[in-house]
């Protein structure tokens, strides 16, 4: 049962304009939502995260949106530069109080950015 | 310039051979998490830690792994015996509140 879920596993985006990269939940107890990015032969890197008492956060060129409601997320990333091109993962947890803050990831998405 | 440490990169064994894999986590940060990346599943838990202290392994296949952390400064994760089927790269990740910091990973292949 699959938890996180990104749909899309490759997007292609022209370098300059807008990428959104798009993930589902379906763990009503998640509660804190971030975006790890991947290079080849690296590990993930934290980008930008999100508490469920929010619906946007921004960091620059990097915005999360969170839809509570329809249990969605996304990632917007404006202007797209070519370095951007990398693997990026949604990732959730569940607060439980401070005992649980295990992390739950989505399969990723591959984002092309074409110069 | 503070991050994980994994050791080592690589390694190639020969299936039957014990596999260890290192990991220093970050100065000061309290949970330790083991994950496996395969094509095939993304990015799985296998355990994780909080304070030393083991909190979850239901991910991880009991009868050949094994996660332990001897001190705060060192997690070991184990294979014995390794299977063909354990190849891929394991990651080692550190936190303090809600956010992990990965290290560069172990690239395994048991042949």
């Not at chain 1, 249990?71 to 693997?87: R, Y």
């Not at chain 2, 994980?4 to 990169?9: H, K, L, N, S």
């Not at chain 2, 799985?44 to 909080?50: D, G, N, Q, S, V």
Request: charged residues 20%; proline residues 6%.
């Amino acid at each position: 049962d699959q938890q996180v879920k990104q749909n899309s596993p490759s997007l292609s985006v022209q370098e300059g304009r807008i990428s959104i990269l798009n993930c589902d939940y379906t763990n009503s107890m998640f509660d804190y939502f971030l975006w790890y990015k991947k290079y080849p032969a690296e590990g993930p890197t934290f980008l930008i995260s999100i508490s469920s008492i929010k619906d946007k956060n921004e960091d620059g060129r990097f915005t999360v949106f969170l839809n509570k409601s329809a249990k969605h997320l996304s990632l917007h990333i404006v202007p797209s530069q070519p370095g951007d091109s990398a693997v990026y993962f949604c990732a959730a947890s569940a607060g439980g109080g401070g005992s649980n803050y295990k992390l739950t990831f989505g399969k990723g998405t591959l984002l092309t950015v074409n110069p | 310039d503070a991050r994980v440490t994994q050791t080592p990169r690589h390694k190639v064994t020969e299936m039957g051979q014990e596999v260890t894999m290192r990991c220093q986590p970050i100065l000061g940060h309290n949970t330790v998490f083991w994950y496996r990346q395969t094509m095939m599943q993304g990015l799985e838990l296998l355990a994780y830690f909080r304070n030393r202290a083991p909190l979850d392994d239901s991910g991880m296949p009991k009868d050949r792994f094994s996660a332990e952390m001897p001190d705060a400064t060192l997690a070991t994760l184990k294979i014995q015996p390794s299977e063909p089927r354990d190849s891929a790269v394991y990651f080692c990740a550190s936190g303090l509140v809600r956010v992990a910091f990965f290290g560069q990973g172990t690239r395994l292949t048991v042949v």
